[in-house]
């Protein structure tokens, strides 16, 4: 069965420090992979995803994101995070059947100090 | 840009009524999603849902729980008889077709059971 894992349940950084957020899956097939990130009070949003190709994809707002084929990884970066970053973000799977639904990671929450 | 939109925003009904959610995928897409996120939780699938039947559901999604796409613009989520563990908030997400994996979620519905 699919499932992600999020290492890191809150992170607390001050601004301009770099950030990195582990993500895990498992699955037996091709994988597509995402992040996604809910502001306070907000829905979610996707930041970036891999599908094929490039293993290092950039998002938006400066976040991008490794994929380790070997590790089974999805790590999240950004070099240098704001005040506005503070979020929930979520790592994600899904396979490529026909219909295939979203496996979301636990989330980890990111607190920014001004 | 397209939006997937949700009415209402927030829902609070009494334990043992009935409830429809509503949402309004993107016009062009053909695969229609609906996963929940009970607070401090992760968001968890519930239905997928294409060609005008379920294509695939989770443990989550018991009798009680019900699809439907009564026109060609929304699709509900109903669930017959709530119960106080209902309460979260349940996001509409939906897909373009079958070669495009990226799902676009909409703002949500927050549901409080009392």
């Known amino acids: 069965a699919q499932s992600v894992s999020q290492h890191n349940h809150h992170v607390i950084l001050s601004e301009a420090a770099s950030l990195e957020l582990g993500c895990n899956y498992s699955y037996g097939g091709t994988v597509n992979l995402f992040w996604y990130v809910q502001y306070p009070g907000q829905h979610l949003q996707l930041l970036l995803k891999y599908f094929s190709g490039d293993p290092l994809v950039k998002g938006i707002k400066g976040f991008e994101a490794e994929f380790i084929k070997s590790k089974f990884s999805f790590n999240l970066r950004k070099p240098s995070v704001q005040w506005s970053d503070t979020a929930e973000y979520f790592c994600?799977?899904?396979?490529?059947?026909?219909?295939?639904?979203?496996?979301f990671g636990s989330g980890t929450r990111l607190s920014i100090r001004p | 840009e397209p939006e997937v939109t949700q009415t209402p925003s927030h829902q609070v009904t009494q334990m043992g009524q009935e409830v429809i959610l509503r949402c309004v995928p993107i016009s062009n897409h053909l695969y229609f999603y609906w996963y929940r996120q009970i607070l401090g939780q992760k968001v968890e699938f519930l239905v997928s849902?294409?060609?005008?039947?379920?294509?695939?559901k989770s443990e989550i999604f018991d009798d009680q729980f019900s699809v439907e796409r009564p026109d060609g613009s929304n699709f509900t989520l109903k669930i017959r008889s709530t119960k106080l563990e209902d309460s979260a908030m349940y996001f509409c997400a939906s897909r373009m077709d079958q070669t495009r994996t990226e799902q676009y979620f909409g703002p949500g519905t927050r549901l409080t059971v009392t």
């Open positions: 994600a799977v899904n396979g490529d059947s026909s219909a295939s639904k979203i496996i």
């Open positions: 849902f294409y060609n005008n039947e379920i294509s695939e």
